[in-house]
Every structure is written in structure tokens, then in C-alpha cells.
């Protein structure tokens, strides 16, 4: 099942359906549904999935219904539109967790074997405090560049959503928008280089487990576009992740209490040459198999 959250004109946040090509309003059966998150919180206190839980509420039912593509806009509050598909009350993140990627970043610091191929070759895996849900933002909605960053690139990456006991709720979209060059100039300038307004994109949906029976086989592909032109693209497997998610849920998990609902983005093996650093203007699209495109404009702060 896929899980969203849209907006209508003078009744505002909506929970929805993506079934054929269709929004089913989901609030509109249920005023309780009034977010993602509440429809697996209310799932889980009746010892039911989501699915289970909505698939009995639409028995029988024909709610209201829209175009997702009609939704699939840039916000505007006069219009119906999509928004970010769960406010996620903390997002976290795992680097290096592609060998693509440890290899390209150690190249950028000039070493031949630093303390990236360390990581993807160590135990313990890099995790760090991504973003709050004021830092979110959902499709076609800008994500920021740093004004003090020069080299600002995207991180496509496969999300998932926590829920009770490391339990994985569904999987989305999330763009890690990265000031590189913040970080290359010194590690410990990591949290600047994640953590700033606009810095994390999640979307379009949230695709529930039955749906992506093997989220360690999806095709994930990043589209740059400026002037209406692909400036860069890219690909790569979820295969190539080097760890399992119950092994990042261990780390994650372990004497910290990850709220219900949060997102957990599992890092990315599509390195942006440098020359192909976000500039103010560009879309970045992002494509993951079984769970669709998230497409963000680029906004310098």
C-alpha cells in the first residue's frame, strides 16, 4: 500500500491512498486519520498493520478521490498538492555505507585509504542526526544550499520508517542535500554540513513492506536538471548497501530512543562529480524502483 499526505484548499492536511493512479482521501473516513503517522500508531494499538487497518476501512467504501499526478505540483495554497509524506519527528542517517562512496570520498581528501574506507570497512557504521520536521520538505518543495557552501550536492538515498521494537513501518525517498565542501574541509564540520534549513527531502510516499517484499534490490537513479537540460544522471542498486537495516537499527537504537515514526535514510552510492554541484534553479529528481520520484527545485539561503 502506498501512504501520503496531501493538502486541500479550506480543509487542509489530508491523509491518502495511492491506488491506480488515484488519492483515496482517507481523512474523509475517518476524521482520526489526520496523518501518517497517526494511521500506524492507530494500527499498532490494534495489533494490526496499516494495510490491514485501511483495507478494512475502504471495504465497501468509495471515498473522494484525485489525479496524483494533478497533486504532483509545486505547493500552492489555492490548489490541492501533495506535501511531505509523513512529519517524521526526527530523521537519521548512515553514511558510507556504499563502497562507491567511501572510495570517492577518500579520493576528494587525497588519500588512497582514509578514515571513509575505515568506516565501510569497520564494525560500526557512521550514523548521524539528519533533521527535525522544520528542516523537511516534501516533493516539489526547495531544498536549500548553504549560503557559506560552494559545492552543495545531492544524496539520493532509500529510506525507512521506524516503528515499535526497530520494527520498519515503510519505505520512501530521501534527498540528503550535503555541503561537501564544508565536510572535505574537516569531518567535524559534519553537522553543518547536514543539518540546515531545507537540508532533507522525503517523498513522494510511503510504500508499505508489503509492497517492497526485497528493498535490498531497487534500482535508484538521480537526475540533475538545469535549463530544462540533464546536466548529470546516475545509478545504482540497493544491492551494493554493504550493511543490513537490522544492523543499522542496532546502532541506532542502541541506548537511544528513536521516537515512533521517525525516518532513517540508509546513505547513498551516487557520488555528483564536482562539477556538477547544485546551483540555484536546478531540479533534483530522484527515482527509486516501487516507490516513484521525488522531485525538488534547488534554492540558495
Keep these: 500500500m502506498q501512504l501520503l499526505q496531501f493538502y486541500l484548499p479550506a480543509e487542509g492536511l489530508r491523509v491518502g ?3 491506480a493512479g488515484r488519492v483515496l482521501d482517507i481523512t474523509a ?7 501518517v503517522i497517526s494511521i500506524f500508531a ?24 484525485y489525479d496524483f499526478k494533478a497533486l504532483n505540483i509545486p505547493p500552492d495554497n489555492t490548489r490541492p498538492h501533495l506535501l511531505i509524506p509523513i512529519h517524521a519527528p526526527e530523521v537519521w542517517a548512515f553514511g558510507v555505507t556504499y563502497k562507491r562512496s567511501a572510495e570517492a ?16 570497512n569497520s564494525a560500526r557504521p557512521e550514523c548521524f542526526f539528519k533533521a527535525t520536521p522544520s528542516r523537511c520538505v516534501g516533493p516539489n518543495t ?3 544550499m548553504r549560503s557559506d557552501s560552494t559545492l552543495t550536492a545531492p544524496e539520493p538515498e532509500l529510506a525507512y520508517i521506524l516503528g515499535e521494537s526497530e ?20 569531518p567535524l564540520y559534519l553537522p553543518q554540513s547536514k543539518i540546515y534549513s531545507g537540508g532533507c527531502a522525503l517523498g513522494p510516499v ?17 537526475r540533475i536538471i538545469r535549463n530544462y537540460k540533464v546536466i548529470f544522471h546516475d545509478s545504482i542498486n540497493s544491492s551494493q548497501i554493504g550493511r543490513s537495516f537490522k544492523e543499522l537499527n542496532h546502532y541506532l537504537c542502541l541506548h537511544n530512543p528513536v521516537p515512533f515514526g521517525s525516518a532513517v535514510s540508509t546513505g547513498t552510492g551516487i557520488m555528483v ?29
Design 17 to 19: 491512498v495511492l491506488k
Design 29 to 35: 473516513l475517518d476524521q482520526r486519520f489526520d496523518s
Design 42 to 65: 492507530i494500527a499498532q494499538a490494534q495489533g494490526v498493520t496499516a494495510v490491514q487497518l485501511l483495507t478494512g476501512l475502504l471495504a465497501d467504501k468509495s471515498p473522494a478521490s
Design 105 to 120: 570520498r577518500d579520493e576528494d581528501t587525497g588519500r588512497e585509504r582514509g578514515f571513509y574506507d575505515m568506516v565501510y
Design 142 to 144: 526547495y531544498i536549500g
Design 167 to 186: 520494527q520498519i513501518l515503510g519505505y520512501t525517498i530521501c534527498n540528503d542535500v550535503s555541503a561537501w565542501d564544508l565536510e572535505r574541509e574537516n
Design 206 to 222: 510511503i510504500v508499505t513492506p508489503d509492497e517492497l517484499p526485497d528493498p535490498m534490490r531497487l534500482e535508484i537513479r538521480c
Design 273 to 301: 562529480p564536482n562539477d556538477y554541484c547544485l546551483a540555484d534553479g536546478d531540479i533534483v529528481e530522484i527515482d527509486i524502483e516501487g516507490i516513484g520520484t521525488l522531485s525538488n527545485p534547488v534554492r540558495r539561503l
